[in-house]
């Protein structure tokens, strides 16, 4: 019989889900997913699955309290963009809408620790968040707002709950390789047959790549099962992104071609406060890198307690249907 609960936050998502996934697959833990609505259709599929769904909204710290009753182990991860293109969002006079995501995307978190704080049963805390780009490039990028919302509320945890942190590791996912199968970021086929990817940042930059949805699960479990205290930079493989293409070609038989576009060119794509947004992102990673902050210092995952045993970029692109892709 189960005798551990696990509460995940964002169940119906990439990260939250793997994390469902992998703990359905443990007799020694029940799962319970939180959502914002239960009669989603994705949420009936967990509930099929066997998770206890529960409707919550992190904006509502009363939701919290009954969502987390009884918890061993919660894992908490929050939604920029869901919050930055919902057209409730409460914005701010003199504040561009991005920077109002993040301030609200951090309250959101911010319940959530507090209740995390009050759950006595609680024995593991995992917090889905980033670095501090505004603090660890000494205030030479201060909009990436994605990262510093996050990062606001994890100082948060650690100066205000030290009891709680006592329990907590982080998580920080690497770069999704799921980009290159949404319409705007996927490769396309060139007049001369010919898969053409668009590169949008310094093509020599190492990248730590992550399949979310298969690879936060494992990655969380191991977190869960190690000592607290690990802020872990999650990822199955780095690689430039001709390396990544590199093994696109070499898994699928087909030609390929990056092409590096000028950031005046791709930002203008975005609504101009994430584009100010996207370009200091990248300049940040390049320029900074992906470890950077020392408190506390980054662990990869060859590092972890408890390995997560790596599947590589190869097997990623091998699994994927990529002619329907290509051709959507």
């Known amino acids: 019989m189960s005798e551990k609960l696990i509460v995940v936050l964002g169940a119906t998502g990439n990260q939250g889900g793997s994390v469902v996934t992998t703990f359905l697959e443990d ?28 409707e919550a909204d992190m904006s509502r710290p009363t939701d919290l309290k009954a969502a987390f009753d009884g918890a061993s182990a919660i894992f908490a991860v929050s939604d920029f963009m869901g919050i930055y293109f919902d057209p409730a969002l409460q914005t701010t006079p003199g504040k561009d809408r991005n920077e109002c995501a993040a301030e609200q995307e951090a309250r959101q978190l911010k319940n959530v620790i507090d209740q995390a704080a009050k759950t006595p049963t609680l024995e593991r805390f995992v917090l889905s968040s980033l670095s501090n780009v505004a603090k660890w490039s000494k205030g030479k990028y201060t909009h990436v707002y994605h990262f510093d919302g996050k990062a606001n509320a994890e100082a948060y945890g650690r100066d205000q709950y030290p009891e709680l942190w006592s329990k907590t590791s982080i998580f920080q996912g690497g770069l999704y390789l799921d980009i290159y199968k949404t319409q705007k970021d996927r490769p396309s086929k060139t007049a001369d047959g010919k898969v053409q990817f668009l590169c949008l940042w310094n093509s020599d930059m190492k990248i730590p790549w992550l399949a979310a949805a298969e690879d936060t699960g494992p990655f969380v479990q191991a977190l869960v099962h190690s000592d607290p205290g690990t802020s872990l930079l999650a990822y199955r493989e780095w690689a430039t992104m001709p390396e990544v293409v590199a093994i696109f070609a070499r898994i699928t038989g087909l030609q390929c071609t990056v092409k590096v576009l000028p950031t005046e060119e791709w930002a203008a794509a975005f609504p101009p406060d994430l584009a100010v947004e996207m370009v200091e992102f990248f300049k940040y990673w390049d320029e900074f890198g992906f470890e950077a902050q020392d408190d506390p210092p980054v662990v990869h995952p060859n590092k972890l307690q408890t390995v997560v045993q790596s599947r590589g970029i190869a097997e990623w692109i091998g699994k994927q249907d990529w002619p329907t892709i290509l051709e959507t």
């Open 27 to 54: 007799a020694a833990w029940k799962v319970r997913g939180i959502t914002r609505n239960k009669a989603s259709a994705k949420a009936q599929s967990l509930e099929a699955r066997g998770v206890h769904v529960v």
